[in-house]
């Protein structure tokens, strides 16, 4: 019997990144400004409505003070993903 390798999708995690902005006390445009994104976009983001790609991810997580994992997480990839949306393991398995 074949065993199916699991793949993995990085997520951002939308609560977390909501949660640093407003610690840092940083406003919605003021970080939008900044990342070079609409204020709207950053809503979503921050929702979970929709997952930037990596540059922006990136350019949160330097506009935040923290690294890309820090705002992140790993769910199990969809069938249909894109290579671009994978990762062959995850992160913090052994």
């Known amino acids: ?9 990085r ?24 990342v070079g994104i609409s204020k709207s976009y950053l809503g979503l983001i921050e929702g979970g409505e929709k997952q930037p790609r990596d540059i ?17 997480r790993y769910l199990p990839a969809p069938v249909d993903a894109t290579d671009e949306e994978l990762v062959d393991e995850h992160p913090t398995a052994s």
Not at 56 to 72: H, K, Q
């Open 11 to 34: 997520s951002v995690n939308g609560e977390v990144v909501r949660a640093i902005r407003e610690a840092l006390g940083v406003s919605m445009r003021e970080m939008a400004t900044d």
């Open 1 to 9: 019997m074949s065993e199916t390798a699991t793949h993995w999708r």
């Open 56 to 72: 922006v991810v990136r350019a949160i997580a330097n506009r935040l003070g923290v690294t890309p994992n820090a705002i992140t």
